[in-house]
Structure formats: structure tokens, C-alpha cells
């Protein structure tokens, strides 16, 4: 079994990641794919383009975006999907979701993980 991880994408890649998966609905800036090293791009579980631009153009605080990610994701039939393909990820090996955010406190990270409800 192996275990859960979570970084910034422009962190150096290392064996231990594993499989690596972009939780980022856009493409991190400055890397290119090699340098990525990205298995699967998980866009659907990111959220929406309308609330990225709003939060990220300051007319959303972050407990407004929070709220309003958590209502997409309970709303998404993705995640669920998704969640599955990490846990048949895991039983095969390390997984690392990785993230472009300089601050994933007040990132859509935090919402992701307690929705995933794993480590």
C-alpha cells in the first residue's frame, strides 16, 4: 500500500512521488511537460473557471470561495471517480497530488482534502 502526498508541482520530482497527479485546472506556469512530470491532469475535480477568476480577482474572500468550491464538489460526479482512482492508485503505490499554489492554506487545496477524506 502506499501512501498520499501532496506538494507544490515546482518542487523537485522524486521516486517517492510515484504517480503524479495535477489538481490545477490550469497549467502551472514556466514548466513544461517533461519538467512536470505529470501522469493524469485532474481538471474536473478542480474548481470552476468562474470561481477561480472571482476569488483570484479578489471579489470572492476565502471563506465565500471555500463554501462555494465545497457546493461544486458535492455537486460534481467526478469526485468520486476520483477518489476510486486514488485508492487503486494507492494499493499499487505512492501517489502525489501535486498543485501550483505559493498558498495552499487559502487554496482549493484545504476543501479538496477534507472532501477526499484521506491523509
Sequence with gaps: MGNLFWKRV???VTQDDGFRILIDRLWP????????????????????????????KGE????????????ELNSNHNILDFKLKIAELLQKGNVTLVYASKTPEISHIPILKNKLELP
Aim: net charge neutral; hydrophobic share 30%; aromatic share 16%.
Design 10 to 12: 515546482y518542487e523537485p
Design 29 to 56: 506556469r514556466g514548466l513544461n511537460k517533461e519538467k512536470a512530470d505529470i501522469d493524469y491532469w485532474a481538471k474536473s475535480i478542480t474548481p470552476s473557471q468562474e470561481l477561480r477568476q472571482k476569488y483570484h
Design 60 to 71: 470572492l474572500g476565502f471563506e465565500i470561495f471555500a463554501k462555494k468550491y465545497e457546493d
